[in-house]
């Protein structure tokens, strides 16, 4: 499996020097070596659940579908990426076509440095428009999101905070590695911030980062990275969340201090060539209240 990914790789960045690695200190340098016109497929699956306690009371639909990433332009300072998605099915079930249908619109176009560092979208406008008619699909069709909850919902859906991460939660989930040095056996801290769902600000982060797994043979190294959220923030936000839904409903405000144990961790970990290519990845974040936890799961890897 690995020397047929390694063949693909190969004959996609053709005679490409891998300066990344460095054998005398066992160190990497994520930085990407693509050409204009590259592309590559990747198999992309998502689930989610959620837990009472340990026990699981609901399960969402998983769903797949395949996107085509590419390299739409190339210069020494910057990369134009395309993601273009396609092939969406609910895995297991018979899901609304119209959903799939819409998803098989989706095209995420960004900029990255020269280092493969997010930078920005190019696309923005064509993203919100994209994620209106998913929203607009689900006010029609599911009672769970009808009445004030929804327009709460949909507030919250078009922050910026919200629609960087929902919109380019799988380009981030790629390229969070991108840019960094990182030696065999070092450990990394620090903080990050993240877009969260849960209100409309980023939420600050404690980051720990593991260099898990290296190979000189077929040029391949697995980053890992957690991410646990600032309770005070994540306490915060989802005060002001239950105040505006209690507005909306005409009802008493929760109390603060009756808000306990608000939890939010994001785990990454990326297994990416010397080209900075991904082979492939997995991202979990768990969120939780009191005993209630919702955790998400997705899934990428080359096809």
């Keep these: 499996m690995k020397k047929g990914l390694l063949t693909v790789l190969l004959l996609l960045v053709g005679l ?3 300066a990344q690695i460095d054998m005398a200190d066992s160190t990497v340098h994520v930085v990407p070596y693509w050409n204009k016109g590259s592309k590559l497929t990747y198999i992309i699956s998502s689930n989610a659940f959620v837990l009472k306690g340990s026990d699981t009371i609901n399960r969402l639909a998983n769903q797949i579908w395949e996107v085509d990433v590419s390299t739409i332009d190339s210069t020494d300072s910057s990369y134009i990426i395309e993601w273009d998605f396609k092939k969406h099915l609910f895995d297991g079930l018979t899901g609304p076509k119209e959903i799939s249908d819409l998803v098989n619109t989706k095209r ?3 900029k990255t440095d020269g280092l493969g560092m997010f930078i920005e979208l190019v696309n923005t406008t064509e993203i919100i428009e994209y994620h209106k008619k998913i929203q607009n699909w689900w006010n029609k069709n599911s009672d769970s999101l009808s009445g004030p909850d929804s327009t709460i919902s949909q507030q919250l859906l078009y922050s910026e905070a919200v629609v960087l991460d929902r919109a380019v939660r799988d380009v981030m989930q790629f390229h969070w590695f991108h840019g960094g040095v990182y030696r065999v056996g070092e450990i990394l801290e620090g903080e990050v911030s993240l877009p969260h769902s849960n209100g409309t600000d980023f939420l600050d982060c404690q980051s720990t980062t593991y260099f898990e797994e290296f190979d000189d043979e077929i040029r391949y190294f697995t980053l890992k990275e957690i991410q646990v959220g600032n309770p005070e923030q994540l306490h915060e936000a989802r005060f002001k969340y239950l105040t505006l839904l209690a507005d909306k409903n005409g009802t008493e405000p929760s109390n603060s ?6 939890r939010y961790e994001r785990e990454t970990s990326n297994t990416i ?8 990845s997995l991202q979990r974040v768990v969120e ?3 005993d209630s936890t919702l955790i998400e ?3 990428m890897i080359l096809k």
């Design 273 to 280: 060539h010397a080209s900075g290519w991904l082979f492939g």
């Design 297 to 299: 799961e997705q899934y």
């Design 108 to 110: 995420i176009v960004y």
């Design 288 to 290: 939780g209240a009191g």
């Design 257 to 262: 201090e009756d808000i306990k144990d608000i």
């Design 16 to 18: 490409t020097s891998f």
